[in-house]
């Protein structure tokens, strides 16, 4: 394996923990249905969604300001 794949590994180990530590339960809990898993993932996704239209915007700034300078890109901000 990679030193990617091992990182991923280390940082899937870790959160494992966290929810284990914060949740009380692993990934092999019996007590939701298909559905509910269907509803957790989803809410995870739309979050995802949320994370990329702010990292878009963010990336689109840095090129407007590193093209027309600050000021424009805060005016640009704003609408």
Request: hydrophobic share 40%; glycine share 4%.
């Given at each position: 394996?990679?030193?990617?794949?091992e990182?991923?590994?280390k940082k899937i180990r870790e959160r494992a923990e966290v929810g284990k530590n914060k949740y009380?339960?692993?990934m092999e809990r019996?007590?939701?249905n298909t559905l509910?898993?269907?509803v957790h993932l989803q809410e995870e996704l739309m979050d995802a969604a949320v994370y990329i239209e702010?990292?878009?915007r963010d990336f689109e700034r840095l090129k407007l300001a590193s093209k027309y300078?600050?000021?424009?890109a805060?005016?640009?901000e704003d609408l």
């Amino acid at each position: 394996m990679s030193r990617y794949e091992e990182q991923v590994i280390k940082k899937i180990r870790e959160r494992a923990e966290v929810g284990k530590n914060k949740y009380g339960v692993t990934m092999e809990r019996t007590d939701l249905n298909t559905l509910e898993w269907l509803v957790h993932l989803q809410e995870e996704l739309m979050d995802a969604a949320v994370y990329i239209e702010r990292l878009m915007r963010d990336f689109e700034r840095l090129k407007l300001a590193s093209k027309y300078g600050e000021e424009f890109a805060d005016l640009m901000e704003d609408l």
